[in-house]
């Protein structure tokens, strides 16, 4: 018997440790969650921007993978950051072998606005990777991209919804919309269900690294054996508490307190 759950992430290194599979490591630690992380890229980047992208060839990530799997099955596993379809092939393959819980970030751009994902991977994952996730936690601009229309209210969160469930095939997606005016309200939608949470938007810019802790903790949940809607509930609370309670660090859009959250 393991004394803990294990989670994997799957994603891009943020060398100031705000998103990426620092961001993750964090999140499943504080949760109680034993964490490993493959790397998809590495990237020179701070609060402020994105100054360079590496992309790990596809074959040594499949070695990581390989090493992972091979040695240990974690018990759920999340994906941030895939920039190229070789590397989704990869990440597809891997999840098609194993019967784990597997939760999608749909990273594409960053909270500075840089852009994190080769174009001609959106269709790719629209089509072969995301049938593939228990669940899909894209925020606004992701979701929009995605579906392919364009979401001003909650009526356009819920349209992209039944794309997501209806034309694309995903299990269940949680939509944060933290974009939209108002109340900070994220929703997750299951093929029988809708949740709504809502909390009070909290006046700050820094969330730099929130779609990864967010889509974290929810896979370190699943690790556990909690059910998807617990998993998104004790998300929203986490990551309203890490916004909330921000350490103030850098000088553009600073990262989340990984650490605030004293919840069940």
């Known amino acids: 018997?393991?004394?803990?759950?294990?989670?994997?992430?799957?994603?891009?290194?943020?060398?100031?440790?705000?998103?990426?599979?620092?961001?993750?490591?964090?999140?499943?630690?504080?949760?109680?969650?034993?964490g490993m992380a493959a790397v998809t890229s590495l990237t020179a980047q701070n609060t402020m921007g994105v100054q360079d992208v590496y992309n790990i060839p596809a074959d040594f990530l499949e070695s990581q993978l390989h090493s992972i799997f091979s040695?240990?099955?974690?018990?759920?596993?999340?994906s941030g950051m895939i920039a190229t379809v070789e590397m989704m092939e990869v990440i597809a393959a891997t999840v098609r072998k194993h019967d784990i819980p597997y939760v999608i970030d749909p990273v594409m751009i960053a909270t500075s606005g840089d852009a994190l994902i080769e174009k001609e991977s959106v269709e790719f994952l629209r089509e072969s990777l995301l049938p593939l996730a228990a669940n899909v936690t894209p925020n606004i601009h992701e979701a929009e991209?995605?579906?392919g229309i364009k979401i001003n209210d909650e009526h356009g969160v819920r349209k992209a919804a039944k794309i997501f469930l209806d034309e694309l095939g995903i299990r269940s997606v949680t939509i944060k919309g933290g974009h939209l005016d108002g109340d900070a309200v994220d929703y997750l939608f299951m093929r029988d269900r809708e949740i709504t949470v809502s909390s009070?938007?909290?006046?700050?810019?820094?969330t730099h690294g929130t779609g990864c802790t967010f889509s974290a903790v929810m896979t370190a949940e699943l690790a556990k054996g909690k059910t998807m809607e617990e998993s998104f509930r004790t998300a929203k609370k986490y990551i309203t508490s890490a916004i909330k309670n921000s350490p103030g660090?850098?000088?553009g859009n600073?990262?989340?307190?990984?650490?605030?959250?004293?919840?069940e």
Request: glycine share 12%; no cysteine; aromatic share 8%.
């Open 1 to 34: 018997m393991h004394k803990f759950p294990i989670a994997l992430t799957v994603a891009g290194n943020d060398p100031t440790g705000g998103a990426g599979i620092l961001a993750d490591s964090k999140a499943f630690h504080s949760r109680g969650v034993y």
């Open 71 to 78: 040695d240990e099955v974690p018990h759920a596993m999340k």
């Open 145 to 147: 991209k995605i579906a």
């Open 200 to 206: 009070l938007r909290i006046d700050t810019n820094h």
């Open 249 to 251: 660090i850098g000088q």
């Open 254 to 263: 600073g990262p989340v307190n990984h650490f605030s959250f004293k919840g």
